[in-house]
């Protein structure tokens, strides 16, 4: 398994800061310190080695999450964004980029790609209904839409796009709470 992991931590690294499609299977073998032939045993086909590196990142990413009953779940969502950016880079969203590679495509990746940001939609409305008691859409929009502009932000002030994002999400929770 150390070396299907090594595959996916490769790709990961290489899809995100070169793209999908401009990374080649070649590439990808060498970053990974594995044989071809290593990187079919383990992967069928390209598309499926990019669903399970997807799935991998999501599971990665969704583990450092709170759940959403506790109170400090939303800031605890834009710390991890923040600390992701710090170790990743700032390189847009990467559910973003697979999306847009494989949109008219592949369907089941392109749909993969927009489940990513289907969930974290949810996630961040169960935070806020948590919070509150009750369902408040435009609050969990106004955050979801925090958290992904922090995203695009990000790729010109770094970090602290998630920082500033949450600064706004706790102001918006706390007006929300005094009315």
């Known amino acids: 398994m150390k070396k299907r992991d090594d595959i996916i931590q490769a790709a990961e ?22 044989s071809t032939r290593t990187f079919y045993h383990h992967f069928p086909s ?5 669903a399970a590196v997807m799935a991998a990142r999501e599971q990665r990413f969704m583990a450092e999450l709170l759940p959403a009953q506790q ?3 939303i800031a605890q969502l834009f710390s991890v964004l923040a600390s992701w950016t710090e ?15 494989y949109a008219g495509r592949d369907q089941a990746l392109a749909e993969q ?7 974290m939609r949810r996630y961040i409305a169960d935070c806020v209904t948590c919070l509150h008691g009750a369902e408040d859409r435009s609050l969990s929009d106004a955050i979801w839409m925090l958290f992904e502009g922090a995203i695009t ?4 002030t770094g970090p602290a796009a998630a920082q500033h994002a949450a600064q ?8 929300k709470g005094a009315s």
């Open 71 to 73: 109170p400090e779940a």
């Open 13 to 34: 690294r290489l899809f995100y800061t070169h793209g999908f499609h401009a990374t080649s299977t070649d590439q990808l073998c060498r970053e990974a310190g594995v």
């Open 87 to 101: 170790a990743n880079g700032a390189h847009g969203c990467f559910f973003l980029k697979a999306w847009g590679e």
């Open 168 to 175: 706004i999400a706790s102001q918006l929770l706390l007006q």
């Open 46 to 50: 390209r598309e499926a080695m990019t």
């Open 113 to 119: 790609a927009l489940a990513f940001r289907a969930a």
């Open 153 to 156: 932000t990000a790729l010109i």
